[in-house]
């Protein structure tokens, strides 16, 4: 019989491995501990409906039988529910796949490149089987034919073999594909739940803050909750984190200028990041804003909306003249070329006013657009930090070694 240290070990490798397969990367903070299930200033009515989705997907990650449908707008805490329930699963040992739909379409796409390491066909096979499968962000791929064949097939396949399934859309059922909605709808197998709550990012922040800030969503991320001492660091880990929380700690009670981390998923970047926004909280300064970029030009795109409530200079001003702006997950790798000329011109009209600024990122400075990594690497105005421990969820960092710039 192994060891308790063997068992240990084994254990840990095992989560390690459900967690790359799971696909969840960063959203292994999306859990049900840090979901707000009463909301941040919603009407009684509201709250209830937003408690009862809670509730629902409680119960679903504990026994997950059939599908579970939600509903909703931007913003309402779908994909937040739907990763809670994938990591909760998780956590228990189980398997579980998490894929946002767009980018499924992708990866299905490209196995037809002369380049690709699996074929279309185990791709498809791996996604058909998944013991769990959570499909983030329904409608919003391009319905091309080949698109809306592909996910019929693949929900069609799962519907016929009662594999549990969550699926989340902000689109209306009859707006889909009726051969999917038929298969959706089906009360014999699928609980389909409309969440009513508003963009949780403009549902009020205390001390008045931005109706775009998340802050409150990391409100138990402080200087005092991080932890410098993971299991099995090594010594230079260890001096390379407790750098870093020197460096953030200093920023927070004096923020001048910019500071830039830059890591592997889960290495602490925003936890330090948020520690820093809360610190001016806790002490009664100006409310800082804190985004998640990808969120950040989801809420610029919607401007354009003819039933948006504000308009694209209103909300980029909003951004702009925050008195401490907290940038979390820098990665325009992927962006269009009107998301990159945005966040350069917020971010330009920073660097020029001198205004505090902290940015997270995995992607090495080398890889950021030019025009940005001019300004970061400006050293009368700019700490870069590249945080090399490995991720507090048992990954490796995938950059190389560095220090501060």
């Not at 299905?108 to 185990?122: E, H, K, M, V």
């Not at 004096?254 to 889960?266: E, I, R």
């Not at 995938?398 to 220090?403: E, L, N, Y």
Request: a positive charge; charged letters at 20%.
């Amino acid at each position: 019989m192994p060891c308790r240290c063997t068992q240990a070990r084994v254990a840990a490798q095992r989560a390690r491995a459900l967690r790359v397969v799971s696909n969840l990367g960063a959203l292994g903070r999306l859990t049900f501990d840090s979901f707000l299930p009463d909301g941040v200033g919603l009407s009684e009515a509201v709250r209830f409906n937003l408690r009862a989705a809670y509730d629902l997907s409680a119960n679903f990650a504990q026994d997950p039988k059939g599908w579970l449908v939600l509903l909703g707008g931007y913003g309402s805490g779908k994909t937040h529910l739907a990763a809670a329930i994938a990591n909760y699963r998780v956590a228990l040992g189980h398997s579980a796949l998490f894929v946002v739909v767009p980018d499924l379409l992708d990866h299905l796409r490209a196995t037809y490149g002369p380049n690709s390491a699996t074929t279309f066909d185990q791709r498809l096979e791996a996604i058909r089987e998944g013991a769990l499968l959570i499909l983030d962000d329904l409608g919003a791929h391009s319905s091309t034919p080949w698109a809306q064949e592909k996910l019929y097939q693949i929900l069609n396949h799962r519907y016929n073999g009662r594999l549990p399934t969550v699926i989340t859309s902000n689109q209306r059922l009859e707006e889909l594909d009726p051969r999917i909605t038929s298969r959706l709808v089906d009360p014999d197998l699928s609980q389909v739940y409309e969440i009513l709550a508003p963009d949780f990012r403009q549902s009020g922040v205390e001390r008045g803050g931005t109706t775009l800030s998340t802050l409150t969503l990391h409100r138990d991320e402080t200087f005092d909750s991080f932890n410098l001492r993971p299991p099995k660091l090594s010594t230079v880990h260890r001096k390379n984190l407790q750098t870093a929380f020197d460096r953030a700690h200093a920023f927070a009670v004096n923020p001048s200028g910019w500071l830039v981390f830059t890591g592997a998923h889960g290495c602490g970047k925003t936890h330090l990041a948020a520690a820093i926004a809360n610190y001016q909280v806790a002490n009664g300064r100006p409310a800082p804003m804190f985004i998640v970029v990808p969120d950040l030009l989801d809420h610029l795109r919607a401007t354009f909306s003819p039933t948006s409530a504000t308009t694209l200079d209103k909300l980029f001003e909003q951004v702009k003249s925050a008195p401490l702006l907290v940038l979390d997950d820098l990665g325009i790798e992927s962006a269009t070329p009107w998301a990159r000329e945005k966040l350069f011109q917020l971010l330009n009209h920073r660097y020029a006013a001198k205004m505090a600024t902290v940015i997270t990122t995995t992607q090495s400075i080398d890889k950021i657009d030019p025009p940005l990594r001019s300004r970061m690497l400006d050293r009368t105005r700019c700490i870069v930090f590249l945080i090399d421990a490995p991720s507090y969820y048992g990954g490796k960092t995938d950059q190389v070694r560095g220090s501060e710039t």
